[in-house]
């Protein structure tokens, strides 16, 4: 298994940045994903989910209607689009594996993460 995040980076309190996980070594479309952060000295902390196919998202109150969470089965990729950004949005973002088609927070592998920092 492996998950491979990109399009992190550095944007304006407001911004918008969409962020992409592409996964390789498993059935993607059987499985439910993640996106979790952790900001400097702080825990991880989940921030969404959807289900295999994409019926269900859930969200993080801390982030709900400024987030979404989609996928695209065809290739692979789960994205998180994040608009309104905050400076408390700054935090190292990671993308999870799920267990089951629709379980959350029940990980099993994870990405290396990706950065995302928001400053003026």
């Known amino acids: 298994v492996q998950l491979v995040e990109s399009g992190g980076g550095l944007a304006q309190p407001g911004g918008s940045l969409r962020l992409s996980c592409t996964a390789s070594?498993?059935?993607?479309?059987?499985?439910?994903m993640t996106w979790a952060r952790q900001a400097p000295g702080k825990g991880l902390e989940w921030i969404s989910a959807?289900?295999?196919?994409?019926?269900?998202?859930y969200y993080a109150d801390s982030v709900k209607g400024r987030f979404t969470i989609t996928r695209d089965n065809a290739k692979n990729t789960v994205y998180l689009q994040m608009d309104s950004l905050k400076p408390e949005d700054t935090a190292r973002y990671f993308c999870?594996?799920?267990?089951?088609?629709?379980?959350?927070?029940?990980?099993?592998?994870w990405g290396q993460g990706t950065q995302v920092t928001v400053s003026a």
């Open positions: 999870a594996k799920d267990q089951c088609s629709s379980c959350i927070h029940e990980y099993d592998h």
């Open positions: 959807i289900y295999n196919d994409g019926s269900q998202a």
């Open positions: 070594g498993f059935i993607f479309e059987a499985y439910a």
